[in-house]
């Protein structure tokens, strides 16, 4: 059962950690209005695919169109 404990609490700090990283990146605001915009998406999910694209605009989209 420990083992169990500790391997949820691993993931845990690894996923926060990964969304520290995620809100470390620089975007521009108008990426993810164009994205939400020209692909009918929630800007939420606009702004986390260009997040973890590190703010390429066009890995973000070709990721989403796939």
């Not at 420990?2 to 995620?22: F, P, Q, V």
């Not at 915009?37 to 800007?43: A, Q, S, V």
């Amino acid at each position: 059962m420990a083992s169990i404990a500790s391997s949820a609490e691993a993931d845990r700090n690894a996923l926060r950690m990964r969304e520290k990283e995620l809100a470390a990146v620089k975007i521009d605001p108008a990426d993810v209005d164009l994205i939400a915009t020209e692909l009918e998406l929630d800007k939420k999910v606009a702004e986390r695919t260009l997040r973890e694209h590190k703010g390429d605009a066009v890995a973000a989209i070709q990721s989403l169109l796939h």
